[in-house]
């Protein structure tokens, strides 16, 4: 079952234009991880912020962590047309065996982004 | 260095038939997961392994199912008796594994698998 969803559903935006994607779980979480789905393919890993972190960026990517909200958002600045796909949020849960490497993701429903040129 | 690689890309069976969907992880990553994504939906998880040895089946749906990696490398999801509902891709992913750390995962293309 998904450990939570994510909102919007799709997003369609300008070129240029920054796009917010917000993603909310229900456990307690080791780690949560932000993933890029283009059409056809498999997934590409962006970022990965700790429960202990509360904001982290990298490039044109930023994801803030609000884990007494269980949620988590994902900002792309000036967003390009090689953006459009979907992305997943991905949750490790806090209470998995510890398991060497046994880092479980959990997927949200996913964010259909669209950026028109 | 190479990916992950999945093959099939694409496999079309009849209900009933067997299947069977090999990974090819990058080499020298210990964990090795299977997910299953339906369309329009968030992957789920189905099994892990860690080196040769499956310590997580918790997400097989069923005992239709069965994955092996006997020499902790390649890996095979085997589907017996399909049905209609096993339709989905599936998607393989490996991550190093070397202690319980944050780490990502990297993903295959996937197996697009259609049950007829």
């Known amino acids: 079952s998904q450990q939570g969803e994510e909102d919007p559903q799709a997003l369609s935006i300008q070129e240029g234009e920054n796009a917010t994607m917000n993603c909310s779980y229900k456990?307690?979480?080791?780690?949560l991880q932000w993933y890029r789905q283009n059409s056809g393919r498999g997934l590409v890993h962006l970022i990965l912020i700790r429960s202990n972190e509360r904001e982290k960026h990298s490039g044109r990517l930023r994801v803030t962590l609000d884990t007494s909200k269980k949620s988590s958002s994902l900002l792309i600045t000036a967003s390009r047309a090689a953006d459009t796909a979907s992305y997943f949020c991905?949750?490790?849960?806090?209470?998995?065996?510890?398991?060497?490497?046994?880092?479980?993701?959990?997927f949200g429903q996913g964010t259909r982004l669209t950026i028109n040129p | 260095g190479a990916g992950v690689s999945q093959s099939p890309r694409y496999k079309v069976a009849k209900r009933g038939q067997d299947v069977a969907l090999r990974c090819d992880p990058i080499s020298g990553h210990v964990s090795l997961f299977w997910y299953q994504q339906a369309l329009g939906q968030g992957p789920e998880f189905l099994t892990y392994f860690q080196n040769e040895a499956q310590l997580d089946k918790s997400g097989l749906p069923s005992d239709r199912f069965f994955a092996e990696r006997p020499e902790g490398s390649v890996s095979t999801l085997k589907i017996q008796r399909t049905q209609q509902e096993d339709s989905a891709v599936y998607l393989c992913?490996?991550?190093?594994?070397?202690?319980?750390?944050?780490?990502?995962?990297?993903f295959g293309d996937g197996t697009r698998l259609s049950i007829l």
């Open positions: 991905a949750t490790v849960k806090i209470r998995q065996p510890i398991i060497q490497g046994a880092q479980k993701l959990v």
């Open positions: 992913a490996s991550s190093l594994g070397r202690g319980y750390s944050n780490q990502p995962q990297h």
């Open positions: 456990t307690s979480i080791n780690n």
